[in-house]
């Protein structure tokens, strides 16, 4: 016998910049973070009565290394009887935590799970690879762990290993999208998030990491303009059209969302926020990464037994402006339901908490405006998707 798995609760820390005001904060205490978070926030939960914690991490390779999931665990006081997971599927990391999660729990292997994910792509280190013999006599160079491929096998096609940006270039020769298109898409979400952050909408789901004075996305420019992001030059081809203005940044931050049975809420004293009704993974050719949520979403949604019209709001992490552009015309999804209080190219993308951010986002659109039916998506390196549907717990008007 199956149950319902439900979203409770959901937080994130401030996302930083690239060496920017989490430079001198561990991974490790950015995750502890949001798990202290949830037992403050919320009363009700025993935290020995967590039967899991599922943290996703993308590149693990720094202090974040050695099962980040059971380490942040240990340093939020969770009891040592909790145990912890971490799940590596790149940029769905922590979406990836919270499907797996929804799973023990319809399956009755756990009545409450914690989910999320951590990234801090400042701190990851560059890494050497292991010499073959003690002592050569030629040089190794270093690699770094903040983004894209290191090590590549030979065996590999060259085309399926080119950088995420020379990927996403190529979509946009396959789909046409203008920069002009790109650019008025990243000028909208630094507005929206501005405008968001200003309304008071991220005040709940978000809590500072103690020794920092970042109390907001540190990359959300208000002042963002399609005519100063027209000023900026291509960053991976000459005549390319993907700029560090319609793409999303190197990020540090974490997020959490606690999951838990229908039943669980007696126990948690709050009722769900949204029912987890719907999930899927897709992938294609590793080069065409940005493309891959188009079918997940479409697998989640008929899963859950709806369709595209019944949907009234959709989260999609944007990676780049033109792998979301291409998500959406593949949908035809009207455009003012996505991303309505900003996206990752305004607050940023620390790869392994995204997937936490657009759950718990999407969530709290979906409360707060009544909405039935939502969408949480994103896209994957080396060519995958995911995709979440929610149903909204509460009263809907749509």
């Known amino acids: 016998m199956t149950t319902s798995a439900f979203v409770y609760d959901a937080v994130r820390t401030p996302f930083g910049k690239f060496n920017g005001a989490y430079a001198g904060v561990r991974p490790d205490d950015l995750a502890a973070t949001v798990l202290r978070a949830v037992r403050e926030?919320?009363?009700?939960?025993?935290?020995?009565?967590?039967?899991?914690?599922?943290?996703?991490?993308?590149?693990?390779?720094?202090?974040?290394?050695?099962?980040?999931?059971?380490?942040?665990?240990?340093?939020?006081?969770?009891?040592?009887?909790?145990?912890?997971s971490s799940i590596n599927r790149l940029c769905g990391s922590s979406l990836d935590a919270a499907m797996a999660g929804s799973r023990e729990i319809e399956t009755g292997d756990a009545e409450v799970?914690?989910?999320?994910?951590?990234?801090?792509?400042?701190?990851?280190?560059?890494?050497?690879?292991?010499?073959?013999?003690?002592?050569?006599?030629?040089?190794?160079?270093?690699?770094?762990?903040?983004?894209?491929?290191?090590?590549?096998n030979e065996a590999m096609p060259a085309e399926w290993t080119v950088s995420l940006g020379?990927?996403?270039?190529?979509?946009?020769?396959?789909?046409?999208v203008s920069r002009e298109r790109q650019d008025?898409?990243?000028?909208?979400?630094?507005?929206?998030?501005?405008?968001?952050?200003?309304?008071?909408?991220?005040d709940d789901l978000t809590v500072a990491v103690e020794g920092t004075e970042l109390t907001r996305d540190e990359g959300v420019r208000a002042s963002a303009s399609t005519e100063s992001l027209a000023r900026l030059r291509p960053s991976?081809?000459?005549d390319g059209t993907i700029t560090a203005g319609n793409a999303s940044p190197l990020s540090d931050g974490a997020s959490a969302v606690l999951l838990g049975s229908e039943a669980a809420a007696a126990s948690l004293g709050r009722e769900p926020l949204a029912r987890i009704a719907g999930r899927a993974a897709h992938a294609l050719e590793p080069q065409r990464f940005g493309y891959a949520p188009v079918e997940a979403a479409n697998r989640a949604l008929a899963r859950a037994g709806i369709g595209w019209s019944d949907v009234g709001a959709v989260e999609l992490n944007e990676a780049f402006a033109v792998q979301s552009l291409a998500c959406?015309?593949?949908?035809?999804?009207?455009?003012?339901?996505?991303?309505?209080?900003?996206?990752?190219?305004?607050?940023?993308?620390?790869?392994?908490?995204s997937g936490g951010r657009v759950l718990g986002t999407l969530a709290k659109v979906m409360r707060e405006g009544g909405v039935?039916?939502?969408?949480?998506?994103?896209c994957i390196g080396v060519g995958q998707g995911l995709a979440v549907v929610l149903e909204n717990a509460g009263e809907t008007t749509s």
């Open 113 to 152: 799970v914690l989910t999320g994910g951590v990234e801090s792509m400042t701190r990851a280190p560059w890494v050497l690879p292991k010499p073959s013999r003690a002592f050569p006599a030629g040089n190794l160079e270093a690699v770094s762990t903040a983004l894209g491929w290191r090590f590549v």
């Open 372 to 378: 039935r039916w939502g969408v949480a998506a994103i």
């Open 236 to 238: 991976f081809r000459k």
């Open 41 to 84: 926030r919320v009363p009700g939960l025993d935290p020995a009565a967590v039967d899991q914690v599922l943290l996703g991490n993308a590149n693990g390779a720094g202090e974040e290394n050695r099962n980040v999931a059971r380490m942040a665990t240990l340093l939020a006081g969770y009891p040592v009887s909790v145990p912890g």
């Open 166 to 176: 020379e990927a996403n270039e190529q979509l946009q020769e396959e789909f046409a």
């Open 328 to 353: 959406l015309d593949a949908w035809k999804v009207d455009p003012d339901l996505v991303n309505t209080r900003g996206g990752a190219i305004a607050v940023g993308h620390p790869l392994g908490a």
């Open 184 to 202: 008025e898409f990243a000028v909208r979400s630094h507005r929206l998030a501005h405008e968001a952050w200003e309304a008071g909408f991220y």
